[in-house]
Nanobody, 124 residues
């Protein structure tokens, strides 16, 4: 069992930066793939970024590639999403998720555990 708690969301102006954190309970976090997803009002949950258990492989959606960076510190049981050059269209609730086993990083149904979400609002 893994519990995930996101933090770091908030209100920021366009062009600004935020760093989201995802704190995980459980000693097996280092064996899980981790992903970040987001959901805007009235829209479905979409993939943002994913990282392998070792941190050696990362994946990004086209909409955030080059602006966002996913990372993890397994010693601290924490994952991160550094968001730079934020745009109003990045406004959403951001969720971290963990997947054990065979994972297609972009598919929500592959993830076993989810956090409660943290709100990111980007003003123009």
């Amino acid at each position: 069992q893994v519990q995930l708690v996101e933090s770091g969301g908030g209100l920021v102006q366009a062009g600004g930066s935020l760093r989201l954190s995802c704190a995980a309970s459980g000693r097996t976090f280092s064996t899980y793939v981790m992903g970040w997803f987001r959901q805007a009002p009235g829209k479905g949950r979409e993939f943002v970024a994913g990282i392998s258990w070792s941190g050696s492989n990362t994946y990004y959606s086209d909409s955030v590639r080059g602006r966002f960076t996913i990372s993890r510190d397994n010693a601290k049981n924490t994952g991160y999403l550094q968001m730079n050059s934020l745009k109003p269209e990045d406004t959403a609730t951001y969720y971290c998720a963990a997947c054990k086993g065979s994972c297609a990083y972009t598919r929500t149904e592959d993830y076993d555990y989810w956090g409660q979400g943290t709100q990111v609002t980007v003003s123009s």
